[in-house]
């Protein structure tokens, strides 16, 4: 340590501070930056998770099993019940006359009601609303409601037996069985049966089948006696306030079945929820449809048979109606369930049109002995005679539980909870309960990306309906109508966006002066900021209004602008090259004031005449198919192809030739010869169109008509349409593709640029051969980042586009798309109900399709990067 | 560069030189030079460029003549009737056959010659006619085939309401106490100007009294209940947890008790003085109904209209120049400083550009910090590799993910989830109805940060990037920390290009509504997210927004036309706010790329 004194020694070592914040900041970043992009990609994890759990299947466990019922009572099932909670039921014996109300938990009996005095000769019950009917041996009838009343209690109003009741235990309190709820009152299931006084029949022949629908007027009723004769009642009950009284009164008709077989009478009556169309089901499979809409002329509309000819062995075992009382339910003796609903068909031989068919089939491991339908879905569940019992989701044509309900008794009377948690079902042998969770048996695969066949349908169809009033209502989540839709607004908004955003990129990075350039970017860029909900008001309250009732100027200014603008360019080469070279630096002001305002002025002018010629002279009529001929439409579909046919035949049979000619002439000569190919061009475009339109026409295609998949691509106006969305969606997506194009074209390096001109290629010529295919990539990438645009695009569909989930092509209608659709519909869907899930898939749809379009986009601009800094 | 620039115009083939049209081979003919294809690349550059001018045009026009005040007319039908209102749009049409066959027959003829002369057009007004409440009829459309007498009277007044919209009606008299002290126009608007602004301020005072007083009453009231209430649960908790013979059990029922007394006697308090402000209200109620003013409309009916119910009145035909300013002005004023009426169609849009600026400011406190030391990490910190591009990329992608996305994912995890959660811990007592548990003010702001979250990251990582590493290496050559060089050198430099990933990620949020309608955006929201009562941020609030009191206005209210102007003049600021923070982002990216063209070094 000698030496001269240079100064102060440093300290070498780092401060402490220094240190500790060094460490303290690289940590504090690292893990909140890792945990930032972890956040996002939550997003991504928590929509899977919401939606994950629609595929989750049924899962069934035995709950309770008491074999000690069958020692004490017959096995007999008239029908049987559970309560909502799960802690009580009841199953009515004896042929009816008496009800047994039972715990569920223990099978202990709660009692025995009798309920008629006389033992019913037919019945018929519905758990859903509790409605009984009978029929009695001397031709009357009598209708009641038996049903589980709960009531609550605090401890104090109960004895003290009651008082250490866990949550969930089950106790019973005068009768009827209570459970502690969590909130801690007592829950009472009070078993309540509601009997209205009898209603004597028309003759006294006994009553052998009955059936019961409740319309919003009253109850109907309808009958078969022994004799054959078909009664059907609607009943009104009017009860006197002060005494209590009950008075029935009845009016209806009556039909006597033809060709009654007294040793072979129909098995089953099922009388529809509006009591207006009948069935009566022969054991042999025989049925007989009848109209009963007016009860003085009942008549058969249709019979026919639900087996097949060969299967003369086959019996029906059960028939009933499924939830909403307007699809049968068949069981038969080969262990086959199926459901027949009506449908309308022009080749129906009954009057109303409508012929009964087969939608779907189960089949099982035996003779079908009991089926019980859903109270609120389209679930069924059936048992059969070697005592399993399976679950069937009926529209989606799922089968989704099987289970061994009895060693082997036949299963002979079954019941679904309501609400669809569990299973009761009856035999020689006992009682078993079965829970049965099923959490979302609507949306399977195949109803959310299938053809399914709903109730009344014509046949298979995607439908998209997740809401409606009435309870038999059954949702129908087919997501196909709204991809459709959303790709519909992409097709026409790229249609319409693509070509403007390309083409103004590339004469603005390779035509227009820098100084306009500079100020040209932002401005377009600043439509990418004008908020989304702005446009779709103006699309839909301004744009849309003005629009519907200039159709065919706008439809004629889309071909005439661009038709102004290349006679422009072609006029403008008729100009002497001095004048040309003085022009050329106004040329873009000369397109903006005077081609376009040219080619709009002429659209307006000519807009009466156009739709005079192609449309008849009433476009909305002509949409409509009410007049004129398709020839018009097919000219209107036609002419972007023939435009591209006719260019290509330009280029490759006249434009060598030409080439030779101009050789030896002179510009004025050439510029005038140019000008005459692009009128024979036009012309040769329009005939081509006509003569194909007409060629499609005299076969007999409308150009109007229904195309397969596509519906029509023309047809009926609605104001918010896809034209508008196309349209406005521009302002959407067209500065995006605008930028990034313009981007790609202008890191095509100057020395290409150059290299091309100084060989005596045109700008035009360096553009299309050497930018143009350079810059591909990059152009490609803007294409699909603007693609990602439209496919999420909210509020502009969402206003503009009508939002009914149909799939037509159809330019002139709308649409809905899942963003649209989510938008409308989640603030109203229950949280994690099928229809939350469902729409939380079809959002995770969406982040997916503009996940995976964006990083192909992505991808391929980051390659293009690479290969123009390597040129 | 230079190169393409000089090259902008394009060189004839020809040379000018050359009598004889003699041409070398190689020469550029003229087709080769494309023009026709070139104008029109150069129209659909012209086309994209009318449809921003046209479409910001359409939007200014609209928005900034709302309010200007229009003429009243009065139009004589030929079949009897009487309008009078304010024109408010003209069309053309064809009418059909049947509807000008309807016409009386007198006036059949002119009908014919009218629209014989015009080709089969009419041409109608839309008049706006008001008094809703007396015709049942907002607008009426007018043809001017069935025109037999249009003028304007020049006592016509317009009336702007507190309920059912506009009134049209020319003054008859002025009553005080039911009294009348005037019986001409003239006259009567005298005693009109002389009184409305009393009233005015009356009826304002009754309004702070309804709302605040009221409001403070209720709000004593609710809190007492719901402390009672969480005294129950404890009380619920301590049995289940200890048993009901427990010494906590006893205690805190006893303290339940208390509660009780305690809200009795708030309660008790509240009754009081609410009963006390009810007074005051009568009072002033009795005071506004002194005034009324008689009024005919246009079917010669006479309607005594109370002065209290008059926003704003004026007589549109006899207003000069300064007076139609004057109007103009104050409308502007109402329209920024006041709560809506009329179901967002009349009034002012103040708790919407109130709950846009909270929305906005949470959202931008919440995104900066998050975005920048995620970009920091990935541009820092993160080892570059695979990996991390990988991660580039997709954080690029999410930019372009639909923002409905982003509020199903808000509505699920923070409303749903997290709100659940927070109202089952903290919010226990005000169960079932959600206090986080739906959407709100929080929410959205946070479903937006994750939202714009890209544009910031994107934003701060062009900016770091930027930094040239010749500065990095010099603080570090130096003998900077590593976090020295970054908050020293770094981050200062970055900061404009931060500023701007900021800024436009406050353009992108203030003007997204799609995620907002599922997180929290509603139409009316009386309670702003701030107020006096403790914590006074309540972030649990829903809360009005510019674009959903656009999306809702334009199509969720019955009476669409007359929401129309509304529409306008939310949009045109809407429009404002996000054209200014797009200009200042721009103009600061400008500076930001000059200042490194300066210091590349």
Same mark, same amino acid.
């Given at each position: 340590?000698?030496?001269?004194?240079?100064?102060?020694?440093?300290?070498?070592?780092?401060?402490?501070?220094?240190?500790?914040?060094?460490?303290?900041?690289?940590?504090?970043?690292?893990?909140?930056?890792?945990?930032?992009?972890?956040?996002?990609?939550?997003?991504?994890?928590?929509?899977?998770?919401?939606?994950?759990?629609?595929?989750?299947?049924?899962?069934?466990?035995?709950?309770?099993?008491?074999?000690?019922?069958?020692?004490?009572?017959?096995?007999?099932?008239?029908?049987?019940?559970?309560?909502?909670?799960?802690?009580?039921?009841?199953?009515?014996?004896?042929?009816?006359?008496?009800?047994?109300?039972?715990?569920?938990?223990?099978?202990?009996?709660?009692?025995?009601?009798?309920?008629?005095?006389?033992?019913?000769?037919?019945?018929?019950?519905?758990?859903?609303?509790?409605?009984?009917?009978?029929?009695?041996?001397?031709?009357?009838?009598?209708?009641?409601?038996?049903?589980?009343?709960?009531?609550?209690?605090?401890?104090?109003?109960?004895?003290?037996?009651?008082?250490?009741?866990?949550?969930?235990?089950?106790?019973?309190?005068?009768?009827?069985?209570?459970?502690?709820?969590?909130?801690?009152?007592?829950?009472?299931?009070?078993?309540?049966?509601?009997?209205?006084?009898?209603?004597?029949?028309?003759?006294?022949?006994?009553?052998?089948?009955?059936?019961?629908?409740?319309?919003?007027?009253?109850?109907?009723?309808?009958?078969?006696?022994?004799?054959?004769?078909?009664?059907?009642?609607?009943?009104?009950?009017?009860?006197?306030?002060?005494?209590?009284?009950?008075?029935?009164?009845?009016?209806?008709?009556?039909?006597?079945?033809?060709?009654?077989?007294?040793?072979?009478?129909?098995?089953?009556?099922?009388?529809?929820?509006?009591?207006?169309?009948?069935?009566?089901?022969?054991?042999?499979?025989?049925?007989?449809?009848?109209?009963?809409?007016?009860?003085?002329?009942?008549?058969?509309?249709?019979?026919?048979?639900?087996?097949?000819?060969?299967?003369?062995?086959?019996?029906?075992?059960?028939?009933?109606?499924?939830?909403?009382?307007?699809?049968?339910?068949?069981?038969?003796?080969?262990?086959?369930?199926?459901?027949?609903?009506?449908?309308?068909?022009?080749?129906?031989?009954?009057?109303?049109?409508?012929?009964?068919?087969?939608?779907?089939?189960?089949?099982?491991?035996?003779?079908?002995?009991?089926?019980?339908?859903?109270?609120?879905?389209?679930?069924?569940?059936?048992?059969?005679?070697?005592?399993?019992?399976?679950?069937?989701?009926?529209?989606?044509?799922?089968?989704?539980?099987?289970?061994?309900?009895?060693?082997?008794?036949?299963?002979?009377?079954?019941?679904?909870?309501?609400?669809?948690?569990?299973?009761?079902?009856?035999?020689?042998?006992?009682?078993?309960?079965?829970?049965?969770?099923?959490?979302?048996?609507?949306?399977?695969?195949?109803?959310?990306?299938?053809?399914?066949?709903?109730?009344?349908?014509?046949?298979?169809?995607?439908?998209?309906?997740?809401?409606?009033?009435?309870?038999?209502?059954?949702?129908?989540?087919?997501?196909?109508?709204?991809?459709?839709?959303?790709?519909?607004?992409?097709?026409?908004?790229?249609?319409?966006?693509?070509?403007?955003?390309?083409?103004?990129?590339?004469?603005?990075?390779?035509?227009?002066?820098?100084?306009?350039?500079?100020?040209?970017?932002?401005?377009?860029?600043?439509?990418?900021?004008?908020?989304?909900?702005?446009?779709?008001?103006?699309?839909?309250?301004?744009?849309?209004?003005?629009?519907?009732?200039?159709?065919?100027?706008?439809?004629?200014?889309?071909?005439?602008?661009?038709?102004?603008?290349?006679?422009?360019?072609?006029?403008?080469?008729?100009?002497?090259?001095?004048?040309?070279?003085?022009?050329?630096?106004?040329?873009?002001?000369?397109?903006?004031?005077?081609?376009?305002?040219?080619?709009?002025?002429?659209?307006?002018?000519?807009?009466?005449?156009?739709?005079?010629?192609?449309?008849?002279?009433?476009?909305?009529?002509?949409?409509?198919?009410?007049?004129?001929?398709?020839?018009?439409?097919?000219?209107?579909?036609?002419?972007?192809?023939?435009?591209?046919?006719?260019?290509?035949?330009?280029?490759?049979?006249?434009?060598?030739?030409?080439?030779?000619?101009?050789?030896?002439?002179?510009?004025?000569?050439?510029?005038?010869?140019?000008?005459?190919?692009?009128?024979?061009?036009?012309?040769?475009?329009?005939?081509?169109?006509?003569?194909?339109?007409?060629?499609?026409?005299?076969?007999?295609?409308?150009?109007?008509?229904?195309?397969?998949?596509?519906?029509?691509?023309?047809?009926?106006?609605?104001?918010?349409?896809?034209?508008?969305?196309?349209?406005?969606?521009?302002?959407?997506?067209?500065?995006?593709?605008?930028?990034?194009?313009?981007?790609?074209?202008?890191?095509?390096?100057?020395?290409?640029?150059?290299?091309?001109?100084?060989?005596?290629?045109?700008?035009?010529?360096?553009?299309?051969?050497?930018?143009?295919?350079?810059?591909?990539?990059?152009?490609?990438?803007?294409?699909?980042?603007?693609?990602?645009?439209?496919?999420?695009?909210?509020?502009?569909?969402?206003?503009?586009?009508?939002?009914?989930?149909?799939?037509?092509?159809?330019?002139?209608?709308?649409?809905?798309?899942?963003?649209?659709?989510?938008?409308?519909?989640?603030?109203?869907?229950?949280?994690?109900?099928?229809?939350?899930?469902?729409?939380?898939?079809?959002?995770?749809?969406?982040?997916?399709?503009?996940?995976?379009?964006?990083?192909?986009?992505?991808?391929?601009?980051?390659?293009?990067?690479?290969?123009?800094?390597?040129? | 560069?230079?190169?393409?620039?000089?090259?902008?115009?394009?060189?004839?083939?020809?040379?000018?030189?050359?009598?004889?049209?003699?041409?070398?081979?190689?020469?550029?003919?003229?087709?080769?030079?494309?023009?026709?294809?070139?104008?029109?690349?150069?129209?659909?550059?012209?086309?994209?460029?009318?449809?921003?001018?046209?479409?910001?045009?359409?939007?200014?026009?609209?928005?900034?003549?709302?309010?200007?005040?229009?003429?009243?007319?009065?139009?004589?039908?030929?079949?009897?009737?009487?309008?009078?209102?304010?024109?408010?749009?003209?069309?053309?049409?064809?009418?059909?056959?049947?509807?000008?066959?309807?016409?009386?027959?007198?006036?059949?003829?002119?009908?014919?010659?009218?629209?014989?002369?015009?080709?089969?057009?009419?041409?109608?007004?839309?008049?706006?006619?008001?008094?809703?409440?007396?015709?049942?009829?907002?607008?009426?459309?007018?043809?001017?085939?069935?025109?037999?007498?249009?003028?304007?009277?020049?006592?016509?007044?317009?009336?702007?309401?507190?309920?059912?919209?506009?009134?049209?009606?020319?003054?008859?008299?002025?009553?005080?106490?039911?009294?009348?002290?005037?019986?001409?126009?003239?006259?009567?608007?005298?005693?009109?100007?002389?009184?409305?602004?009393?009233?005015?301020?009356?009826?304002?005072?009754?309004?702070?009294?309804?709302? =605040?007083?009221?409001?403070?009453?209720?709000?004593?009231?609710?809190?007492?209940?719901?402390?009672?209430?969480?005294?129950?649960?404890?009380?619920?908790?301590?049995?289940?947890?200890?048993?009901?013979?427990?010494?906590?059990?006893?205690?805190?029922?006893?303290?339940?008790?208390?509660?009780?007394?305690?809200?009795?006697?708030?309660?008790?308090?509240?009754?009081?003085?609410?009963?006390?402000?009810?007074?005051?209200?009568?009072?002033?109620?009795?005071?506004?109904?002194?005034?009324?003013?008689?009024?005919?409309?246009?079917?010669?009916?006479?309607?005594?209209?109370?002065?209290?119910?008059?926003?704003?009145?004026?007589?549109?035909?006899?207003?000069?120049?300064? =007076?139609?300013?004057?109007?103009?002005?104050?409308?502007?004023?109402?329209?920024?400083?006041?709560?809506?009426?009329?179901?967002?169609?009349?009034?002012?849009?103040?708790?919407?550009?109130?709950?846009?600026?909270?929305?906005?400011?949470?959202?931008?406190?919440?995104?900066?910090?998050?975005?920048?030391?995620?970009?920091?990490?990935?541009?820092?910190?993160?080892?570059?590799?695979?990996?991390?591009?990988?991660?580039?990329?997709?954080?690029?992608?999410?930019?372009?993910?639909?923002?409905?996305?982003?509020?199903?994912?808000?509505?699920?995890?923070?409303?749903?989830?997290?709100?659940?959660?927070?109202?089952?811990?903290?919010?226990?007592?005000?169960?079932?109805?959600?206090?986080?548990?739906?959407?709100?003010?929080?929410?959205?702001?946070?479903?937006?940060?994750?939202?714009?979250?890209?544009?910031?990251?994107?934003?701060?990582?062009?900016?770091?990037?930027?930094?040239?590493?010749?500065?990095?290496?010099?603080?570090?050559?130096?003998?900077?920390?590593?976090?020295?060089?970054?908050?020293?050198?770094?981050?200062?430099?970055?900061?404009?290009?931060?500023?701007?990933?900021?800024?436009?990620?406050?353009?992108?949020?203030?003007?997204?509504?799609?995620?907002?309608?599922?997180?929290?955006?509603?139409?009316?929201?009386?309670?702003?997210?701030?107020?006096?009562?403790?914590?006074?941020?309540?972030?649990?609030?829903?809360?009005?927004?510019?674009?959903?009191?656009?999306?809702?206005?334009?199509?969720?209210?019955?009476?669409?036309?007359?929401?129309?102007?509304?529409?306008?003049?939310?949009?045109?600021?809407?429009?404002?706010?996000?054209?200014?923070?797009?200009?200042?982002?721009?103009?600061?990216?400008?500076?930001?790329?000059?200042?490194?063209?300066?210091?590349?070094?």
């Amino acid at each position: 340590m000698s030496g001269p004194f240079t100064g102060y020694q440093r300290a070498k070592k780092t401060r402490p501070g220094v240190r500790i914040s060094e460490i303290a900041s690289k940590s504090i970043i690292s893990v909140a930056g890792i945990g930032v992009i972890a956040a996002v990609f939550l997003v991504f994890v928590f929509l899977g998770s919401v939606a994950i759990p629609l595929a989750r299947g049924t899962r069934t466990e035995t709950v309770a099993n008491h074999q000690e019922l069958s020692a004490a009572q017959r096995s007999d099932a008239a029908f049987l019940a559970v309560d909502e909670f799960l802690i009580a039921g009841f199953k009515a014996q004896d042929g009816g006359r008496t009800l047994r109300h039972f715990r569920l938990d223990t099978g202990e009996v709660l009692g025995d009601l009798t309920l008629f005095d006389t033992k019913p000769t037919a019945l018929s019950f519905t758990q859903q609303d509790g409605w009984l009917a009978a029929g009695f041996a001397d031709g009357s009838t009598i209708l009641g409601r038996v049903y589980f009343d709960t009531r609550f209690y605090e401890n104090e109003d109960v004895p003290g037996n009651l008082h250490d009741l866990e949550i969930g235990e089950i106790g019973v309190l005068a009768g009827n069985a209570v459970e502690r709820t969590p909130v801690g009152q007592l829950r009472q299931q009070v078993l309540t049966i509601e009997l209205d006084p009898p209603i004597a029949g028309t003759t006294e022949s006994p009553v052998i089948l009955i059936d019961k629908t409740v319309k919003t007027s009253g109850p109907v009723v309808a009958t078969v006696n022994a004799d054959g004769i078909l009664s059907i009642a609607s009943v009104s009950l009017r009860r006197n306030i002060l005494t209590g009284r009950v008075t029935v009164t009845t009016s209806g008709g009556s039909f006597t079945i033809p060709e009654y077989d007294r040793e072979n009478p129909p098995i089953s009556l099922l009388i529809n929820a509006f009591a207006d169309t009948t069935y009566l089901v022969w054991a042999d499979g025989e049925y007989a449809r009848l109209d009963t809409r007016d009860l003085q002329n009942i008549g058969i509309l249709e019979t026919g048979s639900f087996f097949a000819q060969s299967e003369t062995g086959r019996r029906v075992t059960v028939a009933n109606f499924l939830l909403g009382r307007g699809t049968i339910l068949l069981g038969d003796s080969e262990g086959t369930t199926s459901t027949w609903f009506t449908v309308r068909n022009d080749a129906a031989t009954a009057r109303d049109q409508l012929i009964l068919v087969n939608a779907a089939r189960f089949s099982g491991s035996a003779p079908v002995t009991a089926v019980a339908s859903s109270s609120r879905k389209r679930l069924i569940a059936v048992g059969y005679a070697d005592g399993t019992a399976r679950t069937f989701y009926v529209t989606n044509n799922a089968g989704l539980a099987q289970i061994e309900m009895f060693q082997s008794s036949p299963v002979s009377g079954i019941a679904i909870s309501p609400r669809d948690d569990a299973l009761l079902a009856v035999s020689a042998n006992g009682m078993s309960v079965v829970s049965h969770n099923a959490p979302h048996p609507e949306a399977t695969v195949r109803a959310l990306f299938g053809r399914i066949w709903y109730e009344g349908n014509a046949a298979p169809d995607h439908i998209w309906q997740s809401s409606s009033g009435t309870d038999a209502f059954e949702p129908k989540y087919g997501l196909i109508p709204l991809i459709f839709g959303t790709l519909k607004a992409t097709f026409f908004s790229m249609l319409f966006g693509v070509p403007i955003a390309i083409l103004a990129a590339v004469y603005t990075s390779e035509f227009l002066h820098s100084r306009l350039r500079a100020k040209m970017k932002p401005l377009i860029e600043m439509m990418a900021s004008l908020p989304s909900v702005v446009l779709g008001f103006l699309a839909a309250l301004v744009i849309a209004p003005f629009v519907s009732r200039v159709v065919p100027t706008v439809l004629l200014s889309f071909i005439l602008v661009p038709l102004v603008m290349l006679l422009g360019g072609y006029l403008y080469q008729l100009l002497p090259g001095k004048l040309r070279v003085i022009m050329a630096r106004h040329r873009f002001l000369l397109v903006l004031l005077v081609a376009i305002p040219i080619g709009l002025l002429l659209a307006i002018a000519g807009g009466g005449l156009f739709e005079r010629i192609v449309f008849a002279g009433n476009m909305v009529a002509w949409l409509d198919g009410q007049t004129g001929s398709g020839l018009g439409g097919w000219v209107l579909l036609l002419i972007p192809g023939s435009a591209a046919v006719v260019a290509f035949v330009m280029a490759r049979k006249v434009n060598p030739r030409l080439r030779d000619i101009y050789r030896k002439h002179d510009d004025r000569f050439v510029s005038r010869m140019e000008l005459g190919r692009f009128g024979i061009g036009l012309l040769g475009t329009i005939l081509l169109a006509v003569s194909v339109g007409g060629f499609l026409t005299l076969i007999g295609i409308d150009s109007r008509a229904q195309f397969p998949g596509i519906g029509p691509v023309l047809g009926t106006y609605v104001q918010r349409n896809s034209l508008i969305v196309g349209f406005i969606m521009g302002f959407a997506i067209i500065p995006i593709i605008f930028t990034i194009s313009d981007d790609a074209l202008r890191s095509v390096p100057d020395h290409l640029r150059s290299a091309s001109l100084a060989s005596g290629a045109t700008q035009w010529q360096t553009t299309m051969r050497v930018i143009i295919p350079t810059a591909m990539s990059g152009l490609f990438s803007a294409v699909m980042i603007g693609l990602g645009r439209a496919v999420g695009e909210t509020m502009i569909v969402l206003m503009a586009a009508g939002n009914t989930p149909i799939m037509e092509m159809n330019i002139f209608n709308g649409f809905r798309t899942l963003a649209a659709n989510i938008a409308v519909e989640l603030p109203e869907a229950a949280a994690n109900s099928t229809h939350y899930r469902v729409l939380f898939l079809a959002a995770l749809t969406l982040f997916v399709m503009t996940f995976v379009v964006n990083t192909v986009a992505e991808a391929v601009r980051q390659r293009f990067r690479r290969r123009a800094y390597q040129l | 560069m230079s190169m393409a620039s000089v090259d902008r115009v394009t060189i004839p083939a020809a040379s000018k030189s050359s009598r004889t049209p003699r041409r070398t081979a190689s020469g550029a003919s003229l087709p080769a030079q494309g023009h026709p294809m070139v104008w029109l690349t150069a129209g659909m550059l012209g086309i994209a460029l009318a449809m921003v001018i046209g479409l910001l045009l359409l939007v200014f026009v609209s928005g900034v003549s709302t309010f200007w005040p229009v003429p009243i007319v009065r139009f004589e039908l030929v079949g009897g009737a009487t309008h009078m209102g304010e024109v408010t749009r003209r069309e053309s049409y064809e009418p059909a056959e049947d509807v000008v066959a309807r016409l009386p027959v007198e006036a059949l003829e002119r009908a014919g010659r009218l629209l014989d002369s015009q080709g089969g057009v009419s041409h109608r007004e839309l008049v706006r006619t008001g008094n809703y409440d007396l015709t049942n009829e907002h607008f009426n459309w007018v043809s001017d085939f069935e025109i037999a007498d249009k003028t304007r009277p020049e006592w016509a007044v317009i009336f702007e309401r507190l309920t059912w919209g506009r009134f049209y009606g020319e003054p008859v008299a002025f009553f005080l106490d039911g009294d009348q002290i005037a019986n001409d126009p003239a006259g009567a608007w005298a005693q009109f100007k002389q009184y409305h602004r009393a009233v005015s301020q009356s009826r304002d005072r009754r309004y702070r009294l309804e709302s =605040r007083d009221i409001g403070h009453v209720n709000h004593l009231i609710e809190k007492a209940r719901l402390d009672v209430r969480t005294q129950e649960l404890r009380v619920e908790k301590a049995e289940q947890q200890y048993g009901a013979g427990s010494e906590e059990y006893r205690r805190a029922l006893e303290s339940l008790q208390e509660e009780r007394e305690y809200a009795a006697t708030i309660d008790a308090e509240a009754q009081l003085e609410y009963s006390r402000v009810r007074t005051e209200i009568d009072a002033v109620n009795a005071e506004n109904a002194r005034y009324q003013i008689l009024m005919r409309i246009s079917d010669g009916r006479e309607v005594l209209v109370p002065l209290a119910e008059v926003v704003r009145g004026y007589p549109a035909n006899r207003l000069s120049f300064f =007076r139609k300013i004057g109007v103009y002005v104050s409308r502007w004023f109402e329209f920024f400083t006041a709560n809506p009426r009329e179901a967002n169609s009349e009034g002012g849009v103040f708790p919407a550009i109130f709950g846009t600026i909270v929305m906005t400011l949470i959202m931008s406190v919440l995104v900066v910090p998050f975005g920048v030391i995620a970009a920091l990490y990935l541009r820092e910190y993160a080892k570059a590799g695979p990996l991390v591009s990988t991660v580039r990329i997709a954080i690029n992608n999410l930019a372009g993910v639909p923002s409905i996305v982003f509020g199903v994912f808000g509505l699920g995890f923070f409303s749903y989830f997290l709100g659940g959660a927070i109202d089952q811990a903290f919010f226990a007592a005000k169960l079932p109805s959600p206090t986080y548990g739906t959407g709100g003010i929080l929410w959205a702001s946070l479903t937006l940060a994750l939202l714009t979250l890209p544009v910031v990251i994107v934003a701060t990582e062009e900016a770091l990037s930027a930094v040239p590493s010749s500065m990095r290496e010099g603080s570090y050559s130096c003998g900077a920390s590593k976090w020295q060089t970054i908050k020293r050198i770094v981050l200062p430099k970055a900061l404009p290009g931060i500023m701007t990933g900021m800024i436009l990620a406050m353009a992108r949020g203030a003007g997204e509504v799609a995620p907002l309608m599922l997180v929290g955006a509603v139409k009316l929201a009386p309670e702003l997210p701030i107020d006096r009562y403790f914590p006074f941020i309540h972030l649990e609030r829903s809360f009005m927004h510019l674009g959903f009191h656009i999306y809702d206005v334009g199509f969720q209210s019955q009476n669409s036309e007359a929401a129309k102007p509304m529409v306008f003049t939310t949009t045109i600021l809407l429009i404002g706010i996000i054209v200014v923070l797009n200009l200042v982002a721009i103009r600061l990216r400008n500076r930001l790329n000059r200042r490194f063209v300066s210091s590349q070094f």
